[in-house]
């Protein structure tokens, strides 16, 4: 590559051409339409910097800034790489390109893949207006744009500076859609009513403003979290004031709401690791890999919620934490000669109520997702398995 900006043009185009064709051939992007938008679109607009992570022998990630001056052709290569970067750490846009630094990642550009597979379960129609939460870099809004006319598009973000810098960015590109700043949870007040709504980060709960805001018949797109960090991709229609459908799988995720809070785990895992060696060992017919499966994880959570989980692995065992903000805690125990054995304390018989679950899950034949459904009333979020008159639990925050 030259390093003349024409140049640069060319081998966008032709990097973008190639991602197209990658995400064709893996199936998630599926109609001319979005094929269309997808050439038209080009990423490395918005990602003027991201951050490549490396994993440190520590265990702690460390990330280094990638932009134009830290080496350009490979900015732009990796700018089309069907892959997530991450673009913001611990709310802040301004970084350094000299060390690598830890953080926690605040705001990203999804995987590719994610979102051309999430416009297309949208089921969009020329003329239709779509609310998106999470504008983030501003790419999956510009794609939007590009497939239905700027004045059929409105995003939330809830970061002031990543929104202005997304108007930037899709002004440079002829784009001019409604971006406003707040909380997505509140959608886009006095706006609407939308055609469908879609969510790029992972609420705890579709919000009752979206069902207010959205017309009949209109489809809501969204990737659940609970505090077990399993996910639920979910469809639903509007109908009457309520939301309904299933959820499809737990492929779809994404970074959470800006307003959930999690308890401090550091507390809680400390009181709990002290607890332990005063706990008595339960026997238990729980492999541990089963606390592994993200769709056991997706029933536990809505038996246990608020319960948090780690993993930590000592002198050849592994413990897999679940820890309650009541200082409830259990664990399970493996070691690399095959035992496990399983110990609780606290206020309440943690190990007892996951076994529970567990025995309930498996006898209604171990669940995927796509079992799963939800039905949003505009006070309560309602999962249930197989049909609406089969309800497993209530969705919090
Ligand atoms: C995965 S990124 C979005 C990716 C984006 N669609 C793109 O193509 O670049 C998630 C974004 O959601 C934003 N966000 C998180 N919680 C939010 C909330 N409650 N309301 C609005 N935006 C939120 C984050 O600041 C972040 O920028």
């Known amino acids: 590559m030259s390093d003349t900006l024409d140049e640069a043009e060319v081998a966008a185009g032709e990097l973008r051409v190639a991602l197209v064709k990658e995400l064709e051939h893996d199936g998630s992007l599926r109609t001319p339409h979005w094929r269309d938008a997808a050439l038209a679109v080009p990423r490395h607009v918005f990602l003027p910097t991201f951050y490549s992570a490396v994993d440190g022998s520590d265990g702690i990630t460390r990330y280094t800034a990638v932009n134009r001056d830290t080496d350009a ?51 969009v129609q020329d003329g239709m207006n779509v609310l998106e939460v999470g504008t983030g870099t501003g790419y999956s809004t510009a794609l939007l744009c590009a497939r239905l006319g700027d004045r059929h598009v409105t995003s939330v973000e809830h970061d002031a ?18 971006l406003v700043v ?33 017309l009949p018949g209109a489809v809501v797109l969204v990737s659940l979290v609970g505090s ?25 995720s994404f970074m959470l709401s800006r307003e959930t809070r999690r308890p401090a785990i550091g507390p809680l895992m400390r009181a709990a690791v002290q607890a332990r060696d005063n706990a008595t060992a339960l026997d238990t017919a729980i492999h541990p890999d ?88 505009p006070r309560t979020n309602t999962v249930w398995l197989d049909d609406p008159g089969h309800p497993v639990g209530i969705l919090g925050e």
């Open 290 to 377: 089963l606390l592994d499966d993200p769709a056991f994880l997706w029933s536990a959570q809505l038996a246990v919620p608020g319960t948090t989980r780690l993993r930590l692995t000592t002198d050849h065992v592994t413990g897999r934490w679940f820890l309650h903000p009541d200082d409830s805690w259990a664990v399970l125990e493996s070691g690399n000669d095959g035992t496990t054995r399983a110990f609780q304390g606290g206020p309440r018989a943690l190990w007892a109520e996951l076994e529970a679950t567990a025995s309930t899950w498996l006898s209604h034949g171990r669940p995927g997702l796509e079992r799963y459904g939800l039905t949003v009333s």
């Open 182 to 214: 707040g909380d997505g949870a509140e959608g886009c007040p006095g706006s609407g009513p939308y055609d469908r709504i879609i969510a790029t980060y992972s609420p705890g709960r579709v919000p009752s403003p979206w069902l207010a805001q959205a």
């Open 228 to 252: 077990l960090d399993a996910y639920g991709y979910a469809k639903l229609h509007v109908d009457d004031g309520e939301a309904q459908g299933r959820f499809l799988d737990s492929d779809v």
């Open 73 to 123: 052709q490979a900015w732009l290569r990796l700018a089309y790489r069907n892959t997530t970067w991450v673009t913001q750490l611990d709310h802040s846009l301004t970084q350094s390109n000299s060390e690598p630094r830890t953080g926690t990642p605040t705001s990203s550009s999804t995987l590719p893949g994610v979102v051309v597979r999430m416009l297309e379960d949208l089921d």
């Open 161 to 178: 500076a990543l929104s202005a810098a997304a108007r930037e960015r899709l002004a440079t590109l002829g784009h001019q859609p409604r």
